[in-house]
Structure formats: C-alpha cells, structure tokens
C-alpha cells in the first residue's frame, strides 16, 4: 500500500496551490483521506478531510479556502487550496483509515500515509 503526494511548491500569498495523493495498492474505495500538515516546531494537524461516503471536514483556520475532493475510480484525493497565507507554509501529508466505511473528522484514525509534500506561501 502506497500513498504518494504531490503538487506542493511555492507560491505567493494570495496565490493557489492543487495537491494531489494517489493511493495504490489497494482500492481506497470504502476508506477517509486526510490531508495533513506540519510547520516546523508545531504539531502535525488534520486540515481536511473527506469520508467514503464525501463527507467533509475542514480545520477552521482553512474553511472557506481549501476544498477536499476525491476520485475514487482513480484512487486519488485532492486538496485544492485557494487565498493562500504564509501561516499555511508546512509540509502537507495524505492519509488514509482502514476502510471500515469510517466517518470523517480528527477522531479517524489513519494508518497508510505517504511521504509529505513541502508547501510554502511567500508574503
């Protein structure tokens, strides 16, 4: 099983950033994806999230700006990020839980992570 993410880079305050993590291995069809960050000497937070069934949930300091998606047919969650801020620059993770058809928010527990991708918001 493998998670692996891309899309994050550098960009200007204001300006949009797409991630995406691909999952293989096995069909994350019935599994919740996470979107994850961490910022240097700050612990690691949920950001968003979407469930088997695309619910959402979404970290306040986000809401209104980030939007989660899915394509389960290609096994791939997306994170969309628009408006963004310098407080945003973290390396972002993709997570998946163990496909017990879940629901969605921090109290998920996710198992499969894939390697972070480093995104940084210039002022």
């Known amino acids: 099983v493998q998670l692996q993410a891309f899309g994050g880079g550098l960009v200007q305050a204001g300006g949009s950033l797409r991630l995406s993590c691909a999952a293989s291995?096995?069909?994350?069809?019935?599994?919740?994806m996470g979107w994850f960050r961490q910022a240097p000497g700050k612990e690691r937070e949920l950001v968003a999230a979407?469930?088997?069934?695309?619910?959402?949930y979404y970290a306040d300091s986000v809401k209104g700006r980030f939007t989660v998606s899915r394509d389960s047919a290609k096994n791939t969650v997306y994170l969309q990020m628009n408006s963004l801020k310098p407080e945003d620059t973290a390396v972002y993770y993709c997570?998946?839980?163990?496909?017990?058809?879940?629901?969605?928010?921090?109290?998920?527990?996710?198992?499969?992570w894939g390697q972070g991708t480093q995104v940084t918001v210039s002022s």
């Open positions: 291995g096995r069909s994350f069809s019935t599994s919740g």
């Open positions: 997570a998946a839980d163990r496909g017990l058809l879940s629901g969605v928010g921090p109290e998920v527990e996710y198992v499969y």
């Open positions: 979407i469930s088997w069934s695309y619910s959402t």
